[in-house]
């Protein structure tokens, strides 16, 4: 492949990960956010078959696929079904305004830089001057883990967080040993589908769960 | 071979559970499969005494004397929490708590959470202990919410989402020392960078500001598993909530799993970087884990609670010998491992017991234990003595071992520190203890008519008390297994 194109395609693909992140702190309804989900699934996706082309790695083009398959498809249709089981959450409800929220990301964004100046030292090279983007998308995962409420905001947060993790580890080392990339996606995927469990169980037994109604464990 | 057994034991009995309906000799399986994999702990002890690790699947299963040591602290702490499946499944069937299908899923889920343990300590990759340490909360969570109160499924929720973020963090740290292994310009293939032995032989040349933060990630990531602080909240919440003997489980064995992820990281990271930029980190996550500890513990008013903030205690206790990290000091660690898993998963269970006897878990409605309930009271009793760090159980001697490590290691003031939480921790347990326990009987002592409880706690106490004052069996064992990490 042409050097600046895979660059380019590199580029591309990374920052969308970054901009549905910071879409999902700007739109309110859960709809738009699980479609964002799905996008940057996608564009996670993206990134690691650009690579695999580029490396001749056929081991990465399968975790490539893979990606597509759980972070493009199956754990979108989840979050969906979550949605439908609790129509409260229909709406996020943010701690913090959607103004100081963008804001925040911002100071995360160049947070993100200046930290990772010592990963991109090591190995000054297309991919890894990217990290940034995927330690942003992880920083940007925990805002949104903090400031909001829903059940189903919080496993977005959680979703950002790994999706952000998944993006660095594909940028930095070409993605992990296959076994453990393997392992690491069926672990997503079934951390999502507990929760789903967890939601559809406890409102059929307790008739709303919402975390900011969590406040009977505390000392 | 002996490590492929080792997992085919709880996997065999969750498959059981999985295809028959409920019986009660299913519950008896699960706690076959324990002794099972502690038989298949010791031998692999035995094994591993001559020096040499054994390995399993290509390379992909190995189990050094570290592995086979944490193998048997596994099958102990099963073993007792297995035991009382058949029991309590049998007596929640009777009062309606449960479903027969859920008390096999209870089963099944058990051996899967087994199963997870049992694949952490035995992997040879660093990438695949982590992958098992975040599928155990995955099996972990319908055990915690087996109650089905709001209060379990917020428990439970809690525990999934603040552990499965805690542990993302892990997941970077590993991702960042694969990094720094595959640019340490020493030859390695490329997929064996993430296998334990291959880092060990290339830890001096791995580049240190990666190495730093990969180190700080993966102690606040596995750091939240362990449950110490600042990301301990998860613990009294799931601990408080689950039945008995799944709070043994995690309590006595999932937590010193996460630790020993810990020890294994610390050993990579000692090499590469030496000994003071890990001491440092351990020192701090230890401390802050004691004066929490402490400070929850003096107004706790909930029997379950208190255990998981003394649990958070030993934990910080563990955290400050791996400080020292001397080949004494991570002895003593591992000893410290056996003997508060053998101590709380008694302690949790007897209080469950306490719990269905008296209706609550609140301290201030139940009191003089001894006096109406002689035998679990004395349980609880003796169990609560040994967990204080008394005499002749194994937590003396293992706390006394760690503490003087820590002056070798120059680090008297952490001892000084230590001591004074662990005397606020010792006034506040004992003072909700003399309540609980003492006091005169309103009504005729009740005589507990479960001889399934009390053998096994009792031997588990012996245990913990034997190997307090006899060292035989296990000092070699001991040192070995030290000398891979310290």
């Known amino acids: 492949m042409n050097g600046s194109f895979y660059v380019g395609a590199l580029e591309l693909a990374a920052g969308a990960v970054l901009v549905c992140a910071v879409i999902t702190l700007w739109r309110r309804q859960i709809r738009t956010i699980v479609t964002m989900l799905r996008l940057q699934g996608v564009a996670l996706a993206v990134v690691a078959g650009v690579l695999a082309w580029h490396e001749h790695d056929l081991g990465l083009a399968f975790t490539a696929l893979l990606v597509l398959a759980v972070k493009g498809g199956l754990v979108p249709w989840l979050l969906r079904r979550v949605v439908r089981h609790d129509p409260r959450s229909r709406e996020t409800a943010p701690l913090m305004n959607v103004p100081s929220s963008l804001v925040a990301a911002a100071i995360l964004i160049v947070v993100s830089y200046i930290v990772t100046s010592k990963l991109t030292d090591l190995a000054p090279s297309g991919a890894t001057r990217l990290v940034p983007i995927g330690v942003a998308t992880v920083l940007v995962g925990y805002f949104m883990l903090v400031t909001r409420r829903r059940a189903v905001s919080q496993i977005v947060g959680l979703l950002l967080v790994d999706n952000g993790i998944a993006l660095v580890t594909f940028l930095l080392t070409s993605g992990v040993p296959l076994i453990v990339e393997l392992g690491s996606t069926l672990d997503v995927l079934l951390v999502v589908v507990v929760l789903q469990v967890l939601v559809v169980n406890a409102n059929a037994q307790h008739g709303s769960f919402e975390s900011d109604e969590m406040r009977e464990l505390r000392d | ?486």
Not at chain 2, 168 to 196: D, E, I, R
């Open chain 2, 1 to 486: 071979m002996l490590c492929v057994l080792a997992l085919a034991f709880p996997l065999v009995a969750g498959v059981i559970a999985l295809a028959m309906p409920w019986r009660a000799w299913i519950g008896w399986v699960s706690a076959l499969s324990a002794a099972g994999v502690l038989g298949v702990g010791i031998a692999l002890c035995v094994e591993a005494s001559s020096g040499t690790a054994t390995t399993a699947l290509h390379g992909g299963l190995r189990a050094d004397s570290l592995s086979s040591f944490m193998v048997v602290v596994i099958g102990c702490v099963s073993l007792l929490a297995t035991l009382q499946t058949p029991r309590v499944m049998g007596r929640e069937i009777a009062e309606r708590a449960t479903t027969p299908r859920h008390a096999s899923l209870y089963v099944l889920l058990m051996q899967a959470f087994i199963t997870c343990m049992l694949a952490a300590v035995l992997a040879a990759n660093l990438g695949v202990l982590w992958v098992a340490v975040e599928a155990t909360t995955i099996a972990t969570t319908f055990l915690v919410s087996h109650n089905r109160t709001k209060k379990a499924f917020e428990a439970s929720w809690k525990y999934v989402v603040l552990c499965s973020v805690g542990i993302a963090l892990a997941f970077f740290g590993t991702v960042l020392m694969y990094f720094a292994a595959l640019h340490s310009g020493v030859g390695a293939p490329h997929s064996a960078s993430l296998n334990w032995t291959a880092l060990m032989a290339m830890a001096p040349h791995l580049n240190h500001g990666v190495m730093r933060l990969a180190l700080a990630l993966l102690v606040l990531g596995y750091g939240t598993k362990v449950g110490l602080a600042p990301t301990h909240s998860w613990l009294a919440d799931a601990h408080s909530q689950a039945p008995a003997p799944v709070s043994a489980l995690m309590s006595g064995v999932l937590l010193t799993v996460a630790f020993y992820a810990l020890l294994r990281c610390k050993a990579i990271a000692d090499a590469a970087l030496g000994p003071a930029f890990p001491r440092a980190l351990f020192l701090v996550v230890g401390l802050l884990s004691l004066l929490v500890a402490a400070a929850l513990l003096i107004a706790q008013r909930d029997l379950k609670r208190m255990l998981a903030y003394s649990s958070v205690e030993h934990m910080g206790l563990l955290a400050l010998g791996a400080a020292a990290g001397s080949s004494l000091a991570i002895s003593a660690v591992l000893l410290h491992m056996l003997g508060h898993g053998l101590t709380k998963s008694t302690l949790f269970i007897s209080s469950g017991e306490i719990a269905h006897a008296e209706g609550t878990t609140e301290m201030a409605k139940v009191t003089a234990l001894l006096a109406r309930r002689p035998v679990l009271g004395g349980i609880f009793g003796c169990g609560l003595v040994a967990l204080l760090g008394l005499p002749p159980f194994s937590l003396f001697i293992s706390e006394f071992a760690m503490a003087r490590a820590e002056v070798d290691a120059g680090l008297w003031w952490v001892v000084a520190l230590s001591l004074l939480c662990l005397s606020v921790i010792f006034v506040s347990i004992t003072n909700h203890a003399r309540h609980l326990l003492l006091g005169a009987a309103s009504s005729r002592p009740m005589v507990l008519n479960a001889r399934s409880v009390a053998v096994p706690l009792v031997s588990a106490l012996v245990v913990c008390a034997f190997i307090g004052v006899v060292s035989w069996p296990l000092l070699t064992l001991l040192h070995a297994a030290a000398h891979v990490v310290a």
